[in-house]
């Protein structure tokens, strides 16, 4: 057992009690922190982004060869943590003395500090783990996000005389987004505005499953098991690294192992569409992407991509982007051009 115990406030500051702790290479830059591990300790990265309106993202992506215990400060009676686990699990107790609640995958969580100041996560000995906490001070006031604030405090805070924490249903939407959130490689305003855009949408999600779970109790948001669960988010991987294969429901079916009953609901848990939905909509998002970035024509994209037909792909692809493909690429060669 490691226990990184840090008394001081601030990110940066953590992130360097955390590297004397547990060794590793950090680098910070623009508001951000990434401390890379590949010794005894364990394999990967451990990052953290200051966003604006109080809201800040630390994520564990790490492989622990030790169980690691790590103490994070809150200030009592203000933070809210929205905690999700992508893979593997982790632990989480406000302080020692008290129980300790278990995060799976795939699992949301909302944690306030109302009383305590301290909020201690532990990663397991021989656990992958992709973990990520999006903390939102609600004590930032200012313009919208003093409203925003101050609904959330009333929602997870206010009049309430006990630490609280609210372990959900699963939800594999949120899974997806932290995938894209972990994706971006862009820099500057474009790297800011991307990941904000994305944590609010995550926070959202998290809030919306709480509000699902208080008004249905009885009703589980899914029959599908965590392992089911994994599967489908397997299969979005492969769809999405392989638009041009044979994605028909039958073909995913014996790729996983699963029924086409459970492969719907997974689809529809996760994205909001069907399977035929969702592979049609990846293989429209890279045929724009390859009509402004390569010179393949028109029908050469569509049969690349899987679409039997030019005029059925013309249909979907002017539903999607208010254009026709033809009309797309020569306006996007303007303005190349221009």
């Known amino acids: 057992m490691i226990t990184v115990n840090s008394k001081l406030n601030g990110l940066n500051l953590f992130f360097n009690k955390l590297q004397k702790e547990i060794g590793g290479t950090l680098n910070t830059v623009a508001g951000e922190n990434i401390l890379t591990v590949n010794n005894k300790v364990g394999n990967g990265t451990i990052r953290s982004i200051s966003l604006e309106d109080g809201i800040s993202l630390l994520e564990f992506n790490i492989n622990a060869k030790k169980d690691l215990q790590i103490s994070i400060d809150s200030n009592a009676g203000s933070h809210i943590n929205f905690v999700y686990c992508s893979k593997g699990k982790v632990s989480h107790s406000f302080d020692k003395k008290e129980s300790?609640?278990?995060?799976?995958?795939?699992?949301?969580?909302?944690?306030?500090?109302?009383?305590?100041?301290?909020?201690?996560?532990?990663?397991?000995?021989?656990?992958?783990?992709?973990?990520?906490?999006?903390?939102?001070?609600?004590?930032?006031?200012?313009?919208?996000?003093?409203?925003?604030?101050?609904?959330?405090?009333?929602?997870?805070?206010?009049?309430?005389?006990?630490?609280?924490?609210?372990?959900?249903?699963?939800?594999?939407?949120?899974?997806?987004?932290?995938?894209?959130?972990?994706?971006?490689?862009?820099?500057?305003?474009?790297?800011?505005?991307?990941?904000?855009?994305?944590?609010?949408?995550?926070?959202?999600?998290?809030?919306?499953?709480?509000?699902?779970?208080?008004?249905?109790?009885?009703?589980?948001?899914?029959?599908?098991?965590?392992?089911?669960?994994?599967?489908?988010?397997?299969?979005?991987?492969?769809?999405?690294?392989?638009?041009?294969m044979d994605h028909r429901v039958n073909v995913l079916t014996r790729k996983i192992g699963l029924t086409a009953a459970k492969v719907q609901e997974g689809f529809k848990l996760m994205h909001g569409l069907t399977v035929c939905e969702y592979v049609r909509t990846v293989r429209l998002k890279r045929s724009e992407e390859l009509i402004v970035n390569t010179d393949l024509s028109i029908s050469e994209i569509v049969y690349s991509l899987g679409f039997s037909s030019r005029s059925y792909f013309s249909k979907k692809f002017r539903e999607m982007f208010n254009c026709s493909p033809s009309n797309y690429k020569k306006k996007n060669r303007l303005a190349v051009s221009a």
């Open 100 to 244: 300790v609640n278990t995060i799976e995958t795939f699992q949301t969580s909302i944690i306030s500090n109302v009383v305590s100041q301290k909020n201690t996560i532990n990663l397991f000995e021989g656990v992958e783990t992709n973990t990520t906490i999006i903390s939102v001070n609600t004590a930032v006031k200012k313009g919208n996000v003093s409203s925003i604030n101050a609904t959330l405090k009333d929602a997870f805070i206010t009049n309430k005389t006990e630490d609280y924490i609210y372990l959900g249903s699963y939800n594999l939407k949120i899974a997806e987004n932290i995938k894209q959130l972990r994706a971006i490689d862009n820099e500057g305003i474009v790297k800011a505005l991307l990941t904000k855009g994305i944590v609010n949408l995550i926070l959202a999600l998290e809030i919306e499953q709480h509000k699902k779970d208080l008004t249905n109790p009885e009703i589980t948001s899914s029959s599908l098991t965590k392992s089911e669960m994994e599967l489908i988010k397997e299969l979005t991987d492969y769809v999405n690294n392989y638009p041009d």
